[in-house]
């Protein structure tokens, strides 16, 4: 297998990963608010509800680091590619440069 081939299956094993990941929040998320809807007196069964509104905190304190994670390496990306096109433009102004003061 080429280089390029794997860097393709190992991306798309990682978005897969992440897919599921985002399915089993959304489907944690949907059970904690039914949950929480079923709940007539939240007090009489309170210990019940603290959990249920606890894992619900943390199922959106995952969901915000993985879109902080997700915009960092986004913008990281971008700045290497940015760099890469610097570097490549910098390259042929350097090789513009010696071609105009090598003598003929």
Do not use: H, W
């Amino acid at each position: 297998m080429a280089k390029s081939e794997l860097l393709v299956l190992a991306r798309a094993t990682a978005n897969l990963k992440r897919q599921k990941q985002k399915e089993e929040r959304k489907k944690v998320l949907s059970i904690c608010v039914t949950k929480l809807q079923n709940i007539q007196d939240p007090e009489s069964v309170l210990c019940k509800s603290v959990l249920i509104n606890n894992t619900l905190r943390n199922i959106q304190l995952e969901y915000r680091e993985a879109q902080r994670k997700a915009k960092f390496k986004r913008d990281r990306d971008n700045e290497e590619s940015g760099n890469e096109a610097e570097s490549e433009a910098k390259k042929r102004c350097f090789i513009f440069q010696i071609k105009e003061n090598v003598p003929d």
